[in-house]
Structures are given as structure tokens and as C-alpha cells.
């Protein structure tokens, strides 16, 4: 489904062609191509069995000139150093994007999680925070759940680190229980912001959502809840997909009864009343993002839009809810027929945002209501997107540059104000 290309080698193409566009001082481009801090760490966790097993995590604090660094942790087989390099610099530019005072920051294990019992999940998880913990903390660097990592996750770390601190400090890491200092709306916020900002996309490209389509790629936690927020909007979803297959019915379906008979079934594949795409799981996925629909959602891996496929994509507007989904090559293609991708540094930016929401409670022991939490994200998400769009029309850019141009400018407004000392 993926190419394998290196996510880092993305990344700075990326911030290559946004200082290009903007003339960016060299100095400041060579400080935003750099990690502030890279730490690699070895895991050894006693296994069921009474053996032992080595595990390598990294922790990558990209910048911090806006505040503490923010970012999740992720567990995943094919995880390395790379990848944890572009999605910190990737946070950088989206906390900046959305404004929020926080830097860029991810951390990774190299590990597939399922194969894990529940207590060697719970010895890895206390392990590496214990692991990083010189490098975090409450104002220094705030971790996440990820991809393959979740709330209960985040809950073994809080208490971890608050073993080691020596008092209970649940603003250390988000993402959290809501029992032990979580957030209202949390788990649906990714697929909220983008909501929000797909709200605002469609109604300069003068869409009617009550007419339009959309197909999701991708059926975890941002991908069902972005094809729940579509049905919302009224827009008919009629395809979806996840890494064994992918659906589709021209009439819609419904996002609630493919997320039971995924559960069920363990797959969107063979759901009632839909056509199952390509039995091949790879080109089923390719078919899906080449539907004729108006919106089209990746919210699975890196690299699915690429130069191989930028020319068959119908879709008159690509919102990101995953990571790192189009490839700089195919971001050009893209522009060039006119299809508008509102880039994940700000469709999937509604994560981290209640993130920082959650923070901010965690910091003053105050919890919000979840439609105080929508509100405000709201709020965040429209303005950004409306920054954006702007700059995108005055200096006639791509989505993607364009946001990567305001975040630039936030981060080195910063580090030009704070100075260089020592």
C-alpha cells in the first residue's frame, strides 16, 4: 500500500521547499533541520516465560523555542529512528500551525505490541518512561498515545513517573483515563478538528456537504470517527477500509454498524449490503483513494499518495488525518490539478490541541465540560484554517507550504526573540 519511503527524507523536503518559497534565513533553516535532541534507549523487559528480551525506543525532541515539547509514542515493529525524526518535526509545525504554546516532540519502540501479554505490555510501558524520564516532564516534553499505544498506556507512564517524582502529576502525559486526570472529548479529537476544518474547506470550494461523498482510508480510531463526523456533516460515506480490505456502496453506510462488524468480524471486509474492493488488501486500499467522491480522508499510514497514483485521484479536496499520507512529489501533482489537500499539520491537529486542553486541566486540578472542549476547538480550528487558506492565496502556494510557512514563522519569531546563548 505504502512505498517505502523515508519519512525524514519527507520532511525535509518539505521544509526545504516552504524556506525556499519564503527566503528563510540559512542559520534558521539549519536549526529547524536539526533535532534538538535525539535519545536512543535500551529496553530489557523480564518476559512471561522468565526470559529476557531487548527492545530499542527513542525519544525525539525536535524544537522547543514555543514552549515544552508535545508529541505520542508509538509501538510499532516497523518504527526507527527516521520516522521518529520527521513525526517530531511534523509536531513542531503543527502545534505551531494551531498556535498553541508547545514544541515538537515523539517517541517510539520498536515492537508489535499484540504480541505482547498484558503484562509485558505494562513492564515495556513503565520501562521507557522510566527510560526517558531525565528528558520529560510537565514543563519540559509532554508524551501521547500513538499509534498501537492508548489510554491505559498513558496511565501505567503517569503513575510511573510519578513513582520516580514522588507525587501524583497527572499533567506529565495525555491522553490519559478520564479517572486519572484525562480529558472530555479526547478520543474522538483528531476527527473533530478535522470535522472543523473540513467544514471550513468545503464551503470555499462552495461544496454542499449534503451532497457531497467522501471515502476514508484507514478504520482505527481517527478513521471511524472521521466517517461518523462526515455522516454528520451530511455527507454520504460510501467507502471505507482497513488493512485487510476495503467496502463500498454507493449509497452510503452506515460508520456505527461497520465499526460493530469490524469488531465482530475483525475487518470492514464482508460487510452487509457493501462491495468488498480488490480481494487483494493492498490494491483494494489504492482502488479506495481513487474513487470518484468530493472528499477523500487517508487515516492510515505514511506514503499512500504518491507520484504513482497523484494522477488518479478524483477527489476534489484530500483531508489528512494521518500522518505523512502524501509524498512531496505527489503534494505538486496534486496542486497542479487544482485538488486542495488540507495537510496533516492541521486536519489532524485536533489531537494535539486537546492535548494541551488536557494539560492545561491537569495544571489546574479544573475539568471542563466536553462541549466547553468542542467549543474551544472549534474556535482553534477554524482560525487556523482560515491562516492558512490565506497565505495559500497571497502567495499562491500549496496547502501544505502554506502551513508550513506559518508555522516557520511562529517557531522563528521565537528563536529570534529568545536569542542564541550561550
Known sequence: ??????????????????????NLNPGYHQILATPKRVLEIQLPIKMDDGTIKVFTGWRVQHNDARGPCKGGIRYHPNTDLDEVKALAMWMTWKTAVVDIPYGGAKGGIRVDPHKLSPGELE??????????????????????????TNPQI???????????????????????????????????????????VTEEAVR???????????????????????AKFMKELGMKVVAVSDSKGAI???????????????????????????????????????????????????????????????DNIEAKLVVEAANGPTTPEADDILHERGIIVVPDILANAGGVTVSYFEWIQARTREWWTVDTVRNKLRA????????????RNEMNVDM?????????????RALEIRGIWP
Open 123 to 148: 513492564r515495556l510501558s513503565r520501562r521507557y518512561i522510566y527510560a526517558i524520564s531525565p528528558i520529560v516532564g510537565i514543563n519540559k516534553d509532554i508524551p501521547a498515545p500513538d499509534v498501537y
Open 204 to 226: 470555499v470550494l462552495g461544496i454542499d456537504p449534503t451532497r457531497a461523498t467522501a471515502a476514508v482510508q484507514g478504520y482505527g480510531n481517527a478513521g471511524y470517527f472521521s
Open 248 to 310: 463500498y456502496n454507493p449509497d452510503g453506510l452506515d460508520p456505527e454498524a461497520v465499526l460493530e462488524h469490524k469488531k465482530k468480524t475483525g475487518s470492514v471486509k464482508n460487510f452487509p449490503g457493501a462491495q468488498n474492493l480488490n480481494p487483494d488488501p493492498i490494491k483494494a486500499n489504492q482502488e479506495l483513494l481513487e474513487l470518484d467522491v468530493d472528499v477523500l480522508i487517508p487515516a492510515a499510514i505514511e506514503n499512500v499518495i504518491t507520484k504513482e497514483n497523484a
Open 1 to 22: 500500500m505504502a512505498e517505502r519511503l523515508n519519512p525524514w527524507e519527507n520532511a525535509l523536503k518539505q521544509l526545504d521547499k516552504a524556506a525556499k518559497a519564503m
Open 380 to 391: 482553534i480550528m477554524s482560525k487556523s484554517f482560515r491562516d492558512v487558506y490565506n497565505i
Open 154 to 196: 498513558m496511565a501505567w507512564m503517569m503513575d510511573t513517573y510519578s513513582a520516580l517524582v514522588g507525587y501524583n502529576e497527572p499533567g506529565v502525559i495525555t491522553g490519559k483515563p478520564l479517572e486519572v486526570g484525562g480529558s472530555e472529548g479526547r478520543e474522538e479529537a483528531t476527527a473533530r478538528g478535522l470535522q472543523y
Open 400 to 412: 501544505r507550504t502554506a502551513a508550513l510557512i506559518l508555522a516557520i514563522k511562529r517557531v522563528v
